[in-house]
């Protein structure tokens, strides 16, 4: 018995449902994927935050003070959080690099994430304090590595302070670019109060705060302003 070939409508038929099929599955499995990204990159992010945590255990309850983002050298990357909490958490563990993450220039700093108190630290704000303070000790009365450290340790205790104000509003550790499509904002942060949740790019979260009275310290007579 011959068996019935398919006629040109019916395999025109079947090819309008294979591409229709296919239009749902392809843009189902690329938002699948990305969910997976954005699922993977917060998780990155909490453990990171476990070892910025255990840091401050032993420091004061302080916040590290370190480049914002590693530097890239010869050798590899040098300075910024990773290596600063590398006996925390090793310098090259995944948990420092989003899934989402496929830029060359930004792989080999060694981390995807911006540590968000290491460049707000440079806020004038924040500077004029420092150098008041630095301005305090008699000229020749410390070397240079020791006036570095008295600069670190009050810039941490500056951003701290800020920071545990602000717990809720500045992310601690951040996507240092867009790599999460969708609504809003496309990066993660993760906060002081340990919380992990998108970051806003076009306010409060990435961008560093304008103007004196946001950040702590100061002179008495800015209070007022």
């Given at each position: 018995?011959?068996?019935?070939?398919?006629?040109?409508?019916?395999?025109?038929?079947?090819?309008?449902?294979?591409?229709?099929?296919?239009?749902?599955?392809?843009?189902?499995?690329?938002?699948?994927?990305?969910?997976?990204?954005?699922?993977?990159?917060?998780?990155?992010?909490?453990?990171?935050?476990?070892?910025?945590?255990?840091?401050?255990?032993?420091?004061?309850?302080?916040?590290?003070?370190?480049?914002?983002?590693?530097?890239?050298?010869?050798?590899?990357?040098?300075?910024?959080?990773?290596?600063?909490?590398?006996?925390?958490?090793?310098?090259?563990?995944?948990?420092?690099?989003?899934?989402?993450?496929?830029?060359?220039?930004?792989?080999?700093?060694?981390?995807?994430?911006?540590?968000?108190?290491?460049?707000?630290?440079?806020?004038?704000?924040?500077?004029?304090?420092?150098?008041?303070?630095?301005?305090?000790?008699q000229p020749g009365s410390m070397t240079p590595a020791q006036l570095a450290r008295q600069k670190s340790d009050a810039e941490a205790r500056i951003m701290?302070?800020?920071?545990?104000?602000?717990?809720?509003?500045?992310?601690?550790?951040?996507?240092?670019?867009?790599?999460?499509?969708?609504?809003?904002?496309?990066?993660?942060?993760?906060?002081?109060?340990?919380?992990?949740?998108?970051?806003?790019?076009?306010?409060?979260?990435?961008?560093?705060?304008?103007?004196?009275?946001?950040?702590?310290?100061?002179?008495?007579?800015?209070?007022?302003?």
């Amino acid at each position: 018995m011959r068996r019935r070939a398919f006629t040109l409508v019916e395999l025109l038929v079947s090819i309008a449902i294979i591409g229709i099929l296919v239009g749902i599955i392809v843009p189902s499995a690329g938002m699948i994927r990305r969910e997976s990204q954005n699922v993977k990159c917060m998780s990155n992010l909490r453990q990171d935050f476990v070892a910025i945590e255990a840091f401050r255990k032993v420091n004061q309850d302080r916040l590290p003070m370190c480049e914002f983002i590693p530097v890239v050298t010869d050798a590899g990357p040098s300075g910024g959080l990773p290596n600063l909490l590398k006996g925390y958490l090793p310098a090259n563990s995944e948990t420092w690099l989003c899934p989402a993450d496929v830029v060359q220039d930004s792989l080999e700093t060694g981390t995807s994430y911006m540590y968000l108190p290491g460049l707000l630290r440079y806020s004038p704000a924040v500077q004029v304090d420092v150098v008041t303070l630095l301005l305090t000790f008699q000229p020749g009365s410390m070397t240079p590595a020791q006036l570095a450290r008295q600069k670190s340790d009050a810039e941490a205790r500056i951003m701290t302070t800020f920071y545990e104000r602000e717990a809720q509003t500045y992310p601690v550790l951040v996507d240092s670019a867009d790599r999460h499509p969708r609504n809003g904002s496309m990066r993660n942060g993760i906060f002081l109060d340990g919380g992990v949740r998108a970051a806003d790019q076009n306010g409060q979260g990435i961008t560093a705060p304008s103007g004196r009275p946001e950040l702590p310290g100061g002179p008495p007579n800015q209070e007022g302003e």
